[in-house]
Each structure stands twice: as structure tokens, then as C-alpha cells.
């Protein structure tokens, strides 16, 4: 079992910038690809960003790329996002997750999740 213990989510103006982190316990979490999925009102949870547990590989979301930067210290066992140029549009709960996946950006994939932190950018 993975536990996974999101933070840093909070009130901010567009065009600011805030950072996301995951904490995890329990099982070696170095062997997990890790993910950060969003979800707002009324809408599917979609796929923000996942990196490999070694950090080589990132993928992003197209709506996000170039302004949020996802990353992991192994050896604290936490995951972070890094969202800069924050829009009204990124508003969301926000989930981290990890799993042994084999299509990064679905969330089926994902064994282990947090219970999310609420992002909200005001205009």
C-alpha cells in the first residue's frame, strides 16, 4: 500500500504561481510512476502531468505545458508541481497518484491516490 498526502493548494490571483506537493508513505515509492490529475466542477478528472520514477520522463497535459513543471525527490519521498501563469481556467481540485501504468495519462492506470487539494485562480 501507498499512502499519498497532497498540499500547497490554495486561493490565487491569475497569473500567479503556486506549488503542489505529495507526500508519500508506505510502500518504496521510488518504483511508482507518479501523476497529478485535476478535476473541476461538473467536469472528468483529466490528466495534468506524470513523471517516472527515476525523473527521466515527463509527459504534460497540452493545456499546461510550458507553465507547470512536475517533479520528485525520491529520497524524501514527494512529488511536486510547480504551477506558474496560473489561469482561472486551472481551477480544480488537484489528485496525485501513483501506480505501476502503462498508459500515463489515464487515470484507470493509477493504483494509489490522494485525497486532493483545492486550486482555485481568481480573475
Known amino acids: 500500500q501507498v499512502q499519498l498526502v497532497e498540499s500547497g493548494g490554495g486561493l490565487v490571483q491569475a497569473g500567479g504561481s503556486l506549488r503542489l506537493s505529495c507526500a508519500a508513505s508506505?510502500?518504496?515509492?521510488?518504483?511508482?510512476?507518479m501523476g497529478w490529475f485535476r478535476q473541476a466542477p461538473g467536469k472528468e478528472r483529466e490528466f495534468v502531468a506524470a513523471?517516472?520514477?527515476?525523473?527521466?520522463?515527463?509527459n504534460y497535459a497540452d493545456s499546461i505545458k510550458g507553465r507547470f513543471t512536475i517533479s520528485r525527490d525520491n529520497a524524501k519521498n514527494t512529488m511536486y508541481l510547480q504551477m506558474n501563469s496560473l489561469k482561472p481556467e486551472d481551477t480544480a481540485v488537484y489528485f496525485c497518484?501513483?501506480?505501476?501504468?502503462?498508459?500515463?495519462?489515464?487515470?484507470?492506470?493509477?493504483?494509489?491516490w490522494g485525497q486532493g487539494t483545492q486550486v482555485t485562480v481568481s480573475s
Open positions: 513523471i517516472s520514477w527515476s525523473g527521466g520522463t515527463k
Open positions: 508506505g510502500r518504496t515509492f521510488s518504483y511508482y510512476f
Open positions: 497518484a501513483a501506480g505501476r501504468v502503462s498508459t500515463i495519462a489515464r487515470a484507470n492506470d493509477y493504483d494509489y
